[in-house]
């Protein structure tokens, strides 16, 4: 068996002759001394000027033994034990897949609707400026991840195997090429079914899902706990995982009221920069795009007295949401769907917050820096009094000018000029002054006075940890309930979210000594 990388030009799928051409000559043997041959990356590389798509590849000779990876089998869980999982996000519903797996019944509890029920309610906010508290573009079926660019790439590589969650996004309808592109993408119009397609197979086995279950309480019960919903049903088992979400904040809130153990945790905070998709194709692929490239992306990153100014969720072509979860607070976010075919990039340019930046804020103890972040929220919001998100052009931003007036943008709810060097904190603007033009050195172009910044990108991971044993998974304060994924503090996006997930659902089966038969 060899490993070993080649490229074929801007081909994105190599035929089997160029395959077994390459595995080969890279083997030291003739066509027919060929075994299984196996495509496991592909990246595009610009760095040279010229584009070209590389490839990592496996290869066998024959009669070699070729190594499969096989996820376990579901099983029927519907008299099994149960276990609650708060949360139908990528944490909640990796988790419960998981569970099934480990031969436990899953009985899901999710504030908000369905995923489609959530595509209504979230198309409301723009056109109507009408939020729904528990159904919007963070809460529902799918987490904050359903309607998001649907990125699947993590640096989390030692959490968990993320071939099982790949594997599992395409037994459920995902695109099969994400399990080798290097920057694997599913898209908002895609990840809605995929997740319904989970939910169902959760039911099929035995699990159940339950909606509009907005959990208000954790109570414990006997030898185990029960989960208290806003409308007063109520579910009771042995094990919780805690599978949350970054935004719901009512479980900080519960966690501090009852002394339960949490801590302040960094976190990031800045603006969604907005430029044309063809700007940034021009700039990384140093002209024109092919049209068999896709929409050129970007990352970047400096230190700035000491804190990391940097892009996250870099959307191309894409577009900025309201990711708002209530009136009286502004928050952004951006998406794509799988063809990424909108003609904006979008990314959030956000500083890092670690505990203690912000004088005035200790007393609020591991809730600090929520604190702080829910007090700039509403600060964007009383600005304009509705969903338009307070923007200024990239170049004004820098030089402390109010904008006369702003560009197109792909924000629906539209934008009013603002002067947001002085709304934003003054930590994060003096950071994002310097580093915006640093940005713009290594990418000519990338600042420009048709660049737009709009505020505020907030929610880029929790600002809260609920503390958990490191083996057990479990809370250091509640036995048998497993904090997990981004509301716990422990991961940030939809792959380490899941991985978080599953390795809840494991740890649940250790402690019952379960074992797949």
Known sequence: MKEFETSFGLCREPSRDMLEKASARALGVGTSGLGKVAILRRSLDCRKGVCEYRFRIRAFV????????????????????????????????????????????????ERGKDVHSRRRDCAGISRHGVIDPDSNYCYGEGGAGAFSDGKLFTRSTKRGDIREVLYQFVRFGADPDILIDAHPHIGSDVLPKVVENMRSCIIEHGGECHFNSKVTDLRSSGDGWTAVCADGTSYSSSDVILAS????????????????????????????????????????????????????????????RGRGVFSFCMCPGGVIIPSSTSEGE?????????????????????????????????????????????????????????????????????????????????????????????????????????????????????????????????????????????????????PHVYPCGEGAGYSGGIVSSAIDGICAACAVAAEHHITRS
């Open 62 to 109: 024959k009669g070699e033994e070729a190594l499969e990876y096989d996820i376990p089998e579901y099983r029927d869980v519907a008299d099994a034990m149960p276990v609650i999982v708060i949360g139908c996000g990528p944490a909640g519903l990796f988790a419960s897949l998981r569970l099934i797996m480990e031969g436990i019944k899953p009985v899901i509890l």
């Open 245 to 304: 979400g970054h935004s719901a904040t009512e479980f900080y809130d519960l966690f501090a009221q009852r002394g339960w153990a949490l801590s302040a945790k960094g976190f990031a905070l800045g603006v969604r920069a907005e430029h044309k998709q063809s700007l940034i194709d021009g700039i990384q692929y140093r002209g024109r795009r092919d049209p068999q490239l896709p929409p050129a992306e970007y990352s970047l990153l400096t230190q700035v």
């Open 330 to 478: 502004t928050v952004l976010n951006g998406m794509s769907d799988s063809r990424r075919s909108s003609r904006w990039a979008n990314a959030g340019i956000v500083c890092s917050i670690e505990p203690g930046d912000i004088p005035g804020y200790g007393k609020y103890g591991p809730l600090e820096l929520l604190e702080f972040q829910k007090n700039i929220e509403r600060r964007m919001w009383n600005f304009s009094k509705s969903f338009k998100a307070p923007a200024q052009r990239m170049t004004d931003f820098c030089i402390g000018r109010l904008s006369r007036n702003l560009p197109a943008t792909s924000y629906s709810p539209g934008v009013v000029c603002a002067p947001l060097h002085l709304m934003l904190p003054e930590q994060v603007a003096d950071r994002l002054r310097e580093a915006l033009p640093l940005f713009g050195g290594k990418m000519k172009g990338f600042f420009n006075e048709d660049a737009l910044l709009l505020a505020v990108e907030s929610r880029t991971s929790s600002p809260v940890r609920i503390l958990r044993d490191p083996v057990t998974f479990q809370s250091l304060s509640l």
